[in-house]
């Protein structure tokens, strides 16, 4: 089988995480600058092979777009033009992040790694990428 990549988009950063080639569990891959994302997937997919991206959906509490949704969907216009044969789905990111952060607070790290935004960005894409395959059932 193949892979399944997830992004949690930022204009600052981008976090990704993968899923096992059997897409069962999923785990932080990394996090690049959005002017990066093009080489860095090129170079990724030409090692491995990716089936599908999840993008995270960025909504408000009622369900609507928030204001970052202009930007996710300009990255995924990106996606799409460099690599269409990658379908691209999306999954909702309300809460991902402060997830994320908690899960750092309590990871036992010192103070200054829980402050590391990078690791927060790549535990939200895991926690999207997470939280799809429980969505289409793709866990023991």
């Known amino acids: 089988m193949s892979r399944i990549l997830a992004f949690d988009y930022g204009t600052k950063r981008i976090g990704i995480a993968v899923t096992d080639s059997l897409q069962i569990i999923a785990t932080g891959l990394d996090t ?7 080489v860095y997937l ?3 997919l030409s090692t491995e092979v990716v089936e599908l ?5 960025p909504k408000q509490m009622d369900g609507t777009p928030s204001q970052s949704a202009q930007h996710v969907r300009g990255f995924m216009t990106i996606l799409k033009k460099h690599f269409p044969e990658i379908p691209i789905e999306t999954m909702d990111e309300r809460f991902t992040s402060k997830m994320a952060a908690a899960t750092v607070a309590q990871s036992g790290f010192k103070k200054s790694d829980r402050r590391n935004k990078e ?6 894409a895991t926690i999207i990428l997470q939280s799809y ?8």
């Open 133 to 140: 395959l429980e969505k289409k059932g793709n866990f023991f």
């Open 53 to 57: 991206f999840v993008v995270g959906e």
């Open 32 to 38: 690049i600058h959005p002017n990066d994302i093009v």
């Open 42 to 44: 090129t170079k990724y």
């Open 119 to 124: 690791r927060i960005d790549t535990i939200s």
